[in-house]
């Protein structure tokens, strides 16, 4: 079975420093892992997706994951934070256990500081 | 092109009264997800739709929930007998096909409030 965690439901960073929100799953096969950013009053829209090519992965807006499998993690980053990327993040896993069940994780709130 | 459309933006409710929330995929999508947003929470996984093959609806939290998805591409979700615990948004998705590596396109969701 798969399960997403994502240790931080709220993350404050000043305008300029970077950002990590971090990611943990669990599955029984190879997973896909993505990461959608919500803001507010607008639909989801994926950042960045990992298919088992590279394990590090860059997607829109500056932001880059990494997939460690010996640690079951794939944390979000960017080096840089923006007022802009204020917004709700979320991981999200599935796999080939079965094609309609992609797991959401709860959510991480990014805030950033003038 | 146009994106996932969903109707109405909001809908204010009394308990006991029946909903009916519609999804408008991008054309050419084969698969189709609602999913339920509860406040400060992540995304629960509602029911499945793929082409013509029998939806997945293992994640409808009741029976009073249901949804249909007509000639492969509008779907509407339907709730029966609407309950305070049913507030939430509710959001639909599409795919080009199904599978583990695909993008979900998601609409702007539909704010159910029953009171």
């Known amino acids: 079975a798969q399960s997403v965690t994502q240790l931080d439901s709220h993350v404050s960073v000043s305008e300029g420093t970077p950002v990590l929100l971090r990611c943990n799953y669990s599955?029984?096969?190879?997973?896909?892992l993505f990461w959608y950013v919500q803001h507010p009053n607008k639909g989801l829209q994926l950042l960045l997706k990992?298919?088992?090519?590279?394990?590090l992965v860059k997607g829109i807006n500056g932001f880059e994951a990494e997939f460690k499998k010996s640690e079951t993690s794939f944390h979000l980053t960017k080096p840089s934070a923006h007022m802009s990327d204020a917004a709700e993040y979320f991981c999200?896993?599935?796999?080939?256990?079965?094609?309609?069940?992609?797991?959401f994780g709860s959510g991480t709130r990014l805030s950033i500081r003038p | 092109g146009a994106g996932v459309s969903q109707s109405p933006s909001n809908k204010v409710t009394e308990k006991g009264k029946d909903v009916e929330l519609r999804c408008d995929p991008i054309s050419g999508h084969t698969a189709l997800y609602w999913y339920r947003q509860s406040l400060g929470q992540g995304l629960e996984f509602l029911i499945y739709?793929?082409?013509?093959?029998?939806?997945?609806k293992s994640g409808l939290p009741s029976d009073r929930f249901s949804a249909e998805r007509t000639g492969g591409s509008v779907s509407t979700l339907t709730i029966q007998r609407t309950q305070q615990e049913d507030s939430a948004v509710y959001l639909c998705a599409s795919s080009s096909t199904s599978g583990i590596f695909n993008e979900q396109f998601f609409g702007p969701g539909t704010r159910l409030t029953v009171l």
């Open positions: 739709f793929q082409g013509n093959s029998a939806p997945d």
């Open positions: 990992y298919t088992s090519a590279a394990t």
């Open positions: 999200v896993v599935s796999d080939y256990s079965s094609a309609s069940k992609i797991i």
């Open positions: 599955s029984s096969y190879s997973p896909s």
